[in-house]
């Protein structure tokens, strides 16, 4: 057991305060040690998403921003106006990314949140307190079954019923009649991914926005992953349609700063067309013996230091920082699509941008994964149909890395189709593959024991 918890061998294992402290100089050489190790895995350009910067430089220059601020606590704002200056900046910044100057009918507003699931739980927040207060309690939202299971989460905490809409197997985008058949006098708003995480495709918003417009409900659109790349796509001359502002029934938008944004993790902005249903989330306690107490969003106290190291981001890189990454992007992604679509045994799902994902008609696709796996690439696996995807970020746009997509993928076809045809089972489809006839109370029970793993394994190390 003890090989399995991470670094046990290296640095044993703790498991109480240690009661003497060591000399910082130690903690750090230990920290270096495993970050340099870490780090090597996704500078090779071969690993999906996750790391959307990827470039030391930018994570340096944010670490020294952060550190400047990584003390405050941006609930206080007496003692740091700073921070009213950066949130208030970082969601003008969005807000004009998004064509707010489009809205003449409201007053646009934002919040900064956490990340992109508090983004969405924020929205949904806001709209059902706008309906409550409008006297509706059982409400409801229709979202694709290809947006992110944070609104299954917040529908979860909030006591929101949810409406999956089914998407079209070719392209991957909402069944927009199975929509409008479903909206009913409790439903308060549709949701479209612009795009969704699996298949990188972008629901027909305007669509969207239509129906929502014509059936006085609100229009979600999660921007997580496409927000900060798709607007500089749609300048760069992309076949990208309008899915902001200038759409008159979108009323919300969640686009993370730290994905595209090229952020740290724990930043994201969400985006309301009116002012009063951001407002409508606030929570406040005015008669506390504590004294009176209110916060924009869910969180308390919020660390100045992501504050400063986001809006340092924004402004560091400008509009033409964003839209040329976005353009090395948007070509890395094109030709690795080209290499699969260059396989007749490979497809391609929908028609996606900087995100795709792809299948196979001939054999199971985790074949391909199990062989990329041992050239060190490393996939999103997805199910229902199995595919596999790749978000292409900035490490993939580095010299040879697409040459080298190219030249494995082929292998791993030929690998794929003698293993077919041998009939053995892809190893790496048993986790991420689907499972006929949907999960098993004994693949739930798996799910919680990878997740107790990965906090309560230093129990299981036997002690020295
Ligand atoms: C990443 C993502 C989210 C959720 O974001 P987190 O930052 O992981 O909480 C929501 N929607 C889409 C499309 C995403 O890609």
């Known amino acids: 057991m003890s090989n399995e918890y991470p670094y046990a061998e290296r640095y044993g294992v703790l498991r109480a305060l240690p009661e003497k402290g060591r000399p910082r100089e130690e903690v750090l050489a230990e920290l270096a040690e495993m970050a340099r190790d870490e780090d090597a895995f996704w500078e090779s350009g071969r690993c999906s998403g996750t790391m959307y910067c990827g470039d030391h430089d930018h994570y340096g220059f944010m670490t020294e921003a952060f550190g400047l601020y990584a003390h ?97 197997p070719a392209t991957t985008v909402v069944d927009l009649d199975w929509v409008a058949s479903q909206i009913d006098a409790d439903t308060i708003a549709l949701v479209g991914s612009a795009c969704n995480y699996g298949y990188g495709t972008i629901d027909p918003i305007e669509h969207l926005s239509e129906l929502a417009l014509s059936r006085g409900i609100g229009l979600h659109v999660d921007a997580c992953l496409g927000g900060f790349i798709l607007p500089f796509g749609e300048e760069l001359g992309y076949p990208i349609a309008p899915f902001d502002f200038r759409l008159p029934g979108v009323t919300s938008i969640s686009a993370d700063t730290h994905k595209y ?70 070509e890395t992604a094109y030709e690795m699509q080209a290499a ?81 045809a041998s009939g053995v089972a892809p190893a790496s489809g048993a986790i991420y593959g689907g499972v006929a006839g949907g999960m098993t109370a004994e693949a739930d029970e798996f799910i919680k024991m990878v997740m107790a793993e990965m906090m309560d394994n230093q129990q299981a190390v036997p002690a020295e």
């Open 72 to 168: 405050v606590n941006a609930l206080q704002r007496d003692i740091c106006p700073s921070q009213t200056r950066f949130e208030g900046e970082i969601i003008a910044m969005a807000l004009d990314l998004f064509h707010a100057e489009a809205v003449s009918d409201a007053v646009p507003a934002g919040l900064v949140t956490s990340g992109g699931t508090a983004s969405i739980t924020h929205a949904l927040l806001a709209y059902r307190e706008a309906a409550a207060a409008g006297g509706l309690h059982r409400p409801n939202i229709i979202k694709p079954e290809t947006a992110h299971p944070a609104f299954d989460k917040a529908c979860h905490l909030f006591g929101i019923e949810l409406r999956r809409a089914p998407v079209d």
């Open 261 to 330: 944004g090229y952020a740290f993790k724990g930043s994201s902005t969400v985006l309301f067309r009116d002012k009063a249903l951001r407002n409508a989330q606030y929570f406040f306690l005015t008669d506390w013996s504590g004294g009176k107490y209110c916060s924009p969003g869910m969180d308390g106290s919020r660390s100045g230091g992501l504050l400063a190291a986001t809006w340092a981001s924004l402004v560091s890189l400008g509009r033409e920082g964003y839209r040329r990454y976005a353009a090395e992007i948007f």
């Open 340 to 420: 699969v679509s260059s396989h007749s045994e490979l497809r391609l799902l929908g028609r996606p941008s900087f995100l795709f994902s792809f299948t196979s008609d001939e054999f199971d696709i985790y074949h391909v994964n199990d062989f990329m796996r041992l050239r060190g690439w490393r996939f999103n696996g997805q199910q229902y149909p199995n595919a596999l995807h790749m978000a292409v970020t900035r490490p993939q746009t580095k010299a040879g890395v697409t040459e080298a997509f190219a030249a494995d993928l082929a292998e791993a076809v030929a690998y794929a189709k003698e293993k077919e």
